[in-house]
């Protein structure tokens, strides 16, 4: 990073906090209003559920997938930097967004260069508080998260008060004042001093000795991809394919929830205070999950939690879809709500445990990368559906079967690794013990019960 102003645990490091907690409410809390937009851009455009549906596929898979990209940028220029640069590129593709005459140009503008954008705050906001925080960093990210629950809460009911009075070409123009905030909060993070940043052990690749186009992203590639985690590490294999299967289903009720009620009666203000209803409940969930997914006693056990929250999120869609009663949704949202929450407190927990800690970065990169193609995918594929039924319930079905079946996946994958990696730890003891035993002549009982003598060969040297 640049040269340091401030130091770690400081009294700076509280406001940096809040300037995080702002700029994760603003970028991903954003992508959850969509859905109001839904039916307006549709009308505008004259265009299928397919085809509106792209629009916030796009922008929620940039958020996401612009990891490695993010990376290299505040390795470069620092946190502040990129936080200050997203947050003009997210202003800039609304106010572009405002103007667009085709869903094509909302596809690049509100979509591409927003959700680039969004990423590049978003990520920097978060690792700003790895130079910051070191003993309370769990506290830190915990508290963090509760700008994300307020985002949430209030992008919807924001939304749908200036869509009522200014359109949505209006709404985007404001948004896009709105995220310039992210240039306010990302000045207030100010750079730390070098030697109170963390140390990290992945650090720049070894210069090439064929200097090229080529060999630089060869490098650049094995650096922020983890391909080779990807094909050695199993736990990290399971994850990864586990939940790019699940986030085909995860995204669903934030997009189509709120058009979902609207087709069967509910009041646009009602249906906009659903998603809101989930937003303000992880208020206080989410920090809570984030805390006892810290623990250590619940190191061993919190990929089965991860996989017992997306199981909870599968099977409370199926109740979102045999009824649209008003109350009946908003059960829904209380419900939903818990496993919201702990799916966003477990999600990097668990890549923390499974990935050794030198290579995170990497493998976070390839993680978000494989997350967004999901991400990209699973909206437009529920617009084709929804085409082909004209019947918002397969939706929420469809959403259920991929979060079940990902749950399935990984809690019995999971627990076969761990039997094969206990028979492993078993297996290596036992030779272990006959190693030593040999060398004594005795006789040891393997795991089966029967008994082994270990004869020892004495050579006798004698003179001639």
């Known amino acids: 990073m640049p040269q340091g102003l401030e130091r770690a645990e400081g009294c700076w490091a509280w ?34 559920n397919s085809e509106t549906s792209w629009f916030p596929s796009i ?15 505040v390795g470069r220029f620092g946190c502040r930097v990129a936080v200050m640069l997203g947050g003009a590129l997210a202003s800039l593709g609304m106010v572009a967004g405002s103007f667009c005459r085709s869903l094509s140009q ?18 920097s906001s978060i690792t700003v508080l790895g130079f910051y925080f070191s003993r309370h960093r769990a506290l830190a990210n915990a508290l963090a998260s509760v700008g994300v ?52 052990t992945e650090g720049p690749p070894p210069p090439s000795k064929t200097p090229g186009c080529l060999a630089a992203c060869g490098a650049a590639i094995q650096r922020h991809l983890a391909f080779d985690i990807l094909r050695h590490n199993a736990g990290y294999r399971v994850f990864t394919l586990g939940v790019m299967w699940m986030i085909l289903g995860f995204p669903l009720p934030h997009v189509f929830l709120v058009p979902y009620a609207m087709r069967h009666g509910v009041d646009e203000h009602k ?3 659903l998603i809101s209803i989930i937003g303000f409940s992880n208020i206080f969930l989410r920090p809570m999950a984030g805390l006892l997914a810290g623990r250590p006693d619940f190191a061993s056990h919190r990929k089965y939690l991860f996989s017992l929250a997306a199981l909870l999120n599968g099977l409370t869609n199926l109740v979102c879809a045999v009824s649209a009663d008003f109350r009946v949704l908003v059960v829904y949202c209380l419900v939903y709500s818990v496993s919201l929450s702990g799916i966003g407190a ?30 990209l995918i699973s909206p437009p594929l ?8 004209n019947n918002f319930s397969y939706v929420f079905y469809m959403s259920s079967f991929f979060l079940i079946t990902a749950a399935l996946f990984m809690g019995g994958s999971f627990c076969v690794l761990q039997k094969k990696e206990r028979r ?16 004594r002549g005795l006789t040891v009982e393997d795991s089966h019960g029967s008994k082994k003598q270990v004869y020892t060969e004495i050579t006798y040297v004698t003179s001639v």
């Open 149 to 200: 629950s307020l985002g949430i809460t209030l992008w919807p009911l924001l939304s749908r008060y200036l869509l009522e009075h200014l359109g949505w070409r209006g709404t985007f123009l404001i948004f896009g004042g709105v995220f310039l905030h992210c240039c306010v909060c990302g000045a207030i993070m100010r750079p730390v001093a070098p030697s109170a940043a963390p140390a990290t």
């Open 15 to 48: 406001v940096v906090l809040l300037a995080s907690l702002v700029t994760q409410g603003l970028t991903l809390g954003f992508p959850t209003c969509m859905g109001i937009f839904f039916t307006e851009l549709q009308h505008e455009f004259q265009a299928s």
């Open 424 to 439: 492993g730890r078993l297996a290596e003891a036992e030779r272990a013990i006959l190693e030593a035993a040999s060398e």
């Open 59 to 73: 922008l929620t898979a940039m958020l996401h997938t612009g990891g490695p990209l993010c990376s290299i940028l």
């Open 271 to 273: 249906a906009a205070l």
């Open 106 to 123: 909302l596809y690049l503008t509100a979509g591409f260069i927003t959700g680039l954008g969004m990423c590049f705050s978003f990520q």
């Open 382 to 389: 529920a617009g084709l559906l929804l085409d082909a039924t």
């Open 346 to 375: 477990l999600l990097f927990q668990v890549l923390m445990d499974i990935v050794p800690m030198d290579r995170f970065s990497s493998a976070l990169g390839l993680f978000t990368i494989l997350e967004g193609i999901s991400i």
